[in-house]
């Protein structure tokens, strides 16, 4: 059993639960990770603890005073509070503009109604809060990371947490989300806590069915639980979703309509998809063929991504018997195929880049431990190119006022999608991680389901079970 199983199997409750413990469960979990976090914490070297600290409060006020002389608009957080507005006060939720550019809303309606509350408060305490808010989502969204791997040690995970919390800020997704008071870090959390917990839960996948029901793209991973064999999770995301558009069509009924049949569909609405905000598959294709309709070759390449990175989830998913992070593999080559084939990923939806980060750090720091590691350094070769690449900034850098998103010249293509590029090479990595586990554990190649029990007794299941998986 690896690391993760048997955390997996700690946290699960023991066999499957009735309908109302698997509820209660479900709705005291926030309850139950930060109790979780709180005894880590107690266990941590007291050390390592302070001096973590103290490095994760030096970065948040060099980030605070980096903030009050960039400014931060917070333009989205002004949006989500104009549609609460809309809907509190009866008004067309999909008419509205709010700021200097003119933007309106693009979520659906169960969306705009979880923002009423953002109506209750002032701007000015809005900023703060949602700003500690998003910080206190890192923290979760690093806790997290760290149970999908596996890694550090219990005792060790809420230094990380604190350093993740403190410098994370300077990654470039996680930067803007604050900069813009983004919901994404909610997002990734919600995803990321569905999927840690334990396949046999019966409400796994609520949580992701939420989510689509905020923002549409983390659909994708009720596909990927129905293609890992996650049958009733799947079903209850699909359950989940569902549900919130039923309660958008009873209390909104006009703005559900309208949402449904006409604005999802008004790509004009969400924004252009040559600039270099948008980091997708079909932002990048875009840009290359210098226009603003990448039309047939970005949707095939956006096609053939999502089959092959689909793929390529399915599989280290099936190869948890022979590698101790096939399922981090598996997570985080879903998450990273959503945010490619999406026709627009602006660079704050990558924020799935911290579990990415922690999982190159992991296998890193594997192969640090192992004999003759001095001679090997292909992870941390990986994880600091990742790194870099997440921390650069590149696609601000370089020219892209006015009209010049279109007309960027060949040396500024790979600056201007450094995501895309980053995300396609991360699938190339997983697979390649994947098949050499596999290999090196004497899997085949691609697991298969074993023969059934013939009548002469011959071909038992047994028989052909791995080693690992008996």
């Known amino acids: 059993m690896t690391t993760v199983q048997a955390e997996r199997a700690t946290s699960s409750g023991g066999p499957e639960q009735s309908p109302v413990q698997a509820w209660k469960r479900a709705l005291t979990a926030p309850a139950r990770l930060l109790a979780d976090i709180t005894a880590a914490l107690r266990a941590a070297p007291r050390r390592q603890l302070r001096t973590a600290t103290a490095i994760a409060l030096v ?32 008004q067309d939720l999909y008419a509205l503009r709010v ?31 949602v700003t500690v808010g998003n910080l206190l989502l890192l923290a979760t969204l690093a806790h997290l990371s760290f149970k999908l791997v596996g890694w550090p040690r219990r005792e060790l995970r809420p230094i990380g947490v604190i350093l993740i919390t403190g410098l994370g800020v300077w990654l470039e997704p996680v930067f803007t989300t604050l900069r813009y008071g983004q ?94 905000d948008n980091q997708s598959l ?56 959503a945010v490619l084939i999406s026709p627009i990923s602006w660079t704050h939806h990558w924020v799935w880049c911290v579990p990415m980060l922690v999982l190159l750090a992991a296998e890193a720091a594997h192969e640090r431990s192992r004999p003759g590691a001095g001679r090997r350094h292909r992870w941390r070769i990986v994880f600091g190119l990742t790194l870099l690449g997440f921390l650069s900034f590149a696609m601000w850098i370089i020219p892209h006022k006015g009209d010049l998103d279109q007309k960027l010249p060949a040396l500024s293509q790979a600056p201007a999608s450094v995501y895309p590029l980053l995300g396609l090479c991360f699938l190339a990595v997983a697979a390649v ?38």
Not at 434 to 457: F, I, K, N, Q, Y
Request: with cysteine; aromatic share 10%.
């Open 282 to 337: 079909s932002g990048m294709a875009a840009r290359l063929l210098h226009t603003e309709h990448p039309g047939l070759p970005a949707t095939a390449l956006a096609a053939l991504v999502a089959v092959g990175g689909l793929a390529i989830a399915a599989w280290a998913h099936r190869s948890a018997h022979w590698s101790p992070r096939a399922e981090a593999w598996s997570v985080c080559a879903a998450a990273v195929t």
């Open 433 to 470: 991680s994947v098949h050499s586990r596999r290999r090196a554990a004497g899997a085949p190649p691609v697991r298969l389901p074993a023969p059934r029990t013939g009548p002469d007794g011959l071909g038992s299941a047994d028989t052909q079970k791995a080693p690992a998986a008996r």
């Open 99 to 129: 700021t200097k550019w003119d933007l309106p809303a693009t979520y659906p309606p169960f969306a705009a109604m979880l923002f009423v509350p953002t109506t209750w408060f002032g701007i000015p305490f809005l900023r703060v809060a």
């Open 59 to 90: 970065s948040l006020l060099g980030y605070a005073i980096v903030r009050h002389f960039v400014g931060t608009s917070m333009v989205d957080m002004l949006v989500y509070r104009a549609e609460g507005a809309a809907v509190a006060h009866g």
């Open 183 to 276: 919901i994404n870090l909610a997002l990734a959390c919600l995803i990321l806590w569905d999927l840690t917990r334990p396949d046999h839960a019966r409400t796994k996948g609520i949580a992701i069915g939420l989510a689509a029901g905020i923002k549409l793209t983390p659909g994708l991973f009720a596909v990927y639980l129905l293609i890992t064999g996650r049958i009733r999770a799947a079903l209850v995301a699909a359950g989940a979703f569902l549900g919130t558009f039923l309660i958008g069509a009873l209390v909104l009924p006009d703005a559900t309509w309208g949402f449904w049949t006409k604005y999802l569909f008004d790509s004009t609405r969400v924004g252009k998809t040559v600039i270099v």
